[in-house]
């Protein structure tokens, strides 16, 4: 069974205080693994998609890096409207998405 | 402007009284799914369909159903709802049958509280 933890479950940064939300996975056969953020009240926003270690992505102030176990979401000087919850998924050989309890993040002015 | 839309946004109901949500997407995507979302469960699969008339179980289907009569539909279906099928439910599409493969287009979420 494909199973994604994502820690920590809440990070108060200050603005301009850059950080990394981790995700660590197990997976029979990894096809991808993408990143989400959501708003709250909202669907899930595509970020990412990572499909071999060592890959890594890059948008505005974000970046998403992938080991073989692990995937790393580092936010560079956030501002107050990166706070959001960031999902982390995973999917397998059978192509079925496993989603992670997301991580909210609060970015203080 | 591609999106999928989900009606209605809110719905509170009573328990065993039938209830439909509605799904649409103006992209042409092959694949749609169900999850639904709940406070220190995160988001699970419900029902998903790769294509028209084709659709199978996700990891908690039990009191849900789906159809897929047309590629841009996907109505999700609860005929005897319970109270714990209170949740946000989210439709996503993804551009073809390949599944978790590819990213999803989320729906805006549908708020259902059974009483």
């Known amino acids: 069974e494909d199973q994604v933890t994502q820690s920590p479950e809440a990070l108060r940064l200050q603005e301009g205080e850059s950080s990394s939300l981790n995700c660590s996975y197990t997976v029979s056969g990894l096809r991808g693994l993408f990143w989400y953020r959501q708003d709250p009240g909202k669907g899930p926003e595509f970020l990412f998609t990572?499909?071999?270690a060592g890959e890594e992505k890059e948008k505005e102030r974000l970046k998403a890096t992938l080991t073989k176990k692990e995937s790393f979401l580092h936010i560079t000087a956030p501002k107050p409207e990166d706070s959001a919850t960031y999902l982390c998924?995973?999917?397998?050989?059978?192509?079925?998405?496993?989603f992670g309890k997301g991580i909210t993040l609060s970015v203080r002015p | 402007e591609a999106q999928v839309t989900q009606n209605p946004r809110y719905l509170i109901t009573v328990t065993g009284k039938k209830l439909t949500v509605t799904c649409s997407q103006n992209?042409?995507?092959?694949?749609m799914s169900w999850y639904r979302q709940d406070p220190g469960l995160g988001l699970r699969q419900i029902y998903y369909s790769m294509n028209v008339e084709v659709t199978d179980k996700g990891d908690v289907p039990e009191g849900y159903k789906v159809s897929r009569k047309e590629k841009r539909n996907f109505p999700l279906i609860l005929e005897s709802p319970s109270p714990n099928q209170t949740s946000l439910y989210f439709c996503?599409?993804?551009?073809?049958?390949?599944?978790?493969?590819?990213?999803?287009?989320f729906g805006p979420g549908t708020r259902l509280t059974v009483l």
């Open positions: 998924a995973v999917c397998g050989a059978n192509s079925k998405l496993t």
């Open positions: 996503a599409s993804s551009r073809n049958g390949a599944g978790g493969r590819e990213e999803q287009f």
């Open positions: 990572l499909y071999s």
């Open positions: 992209m042409n995507h092959e694949y």
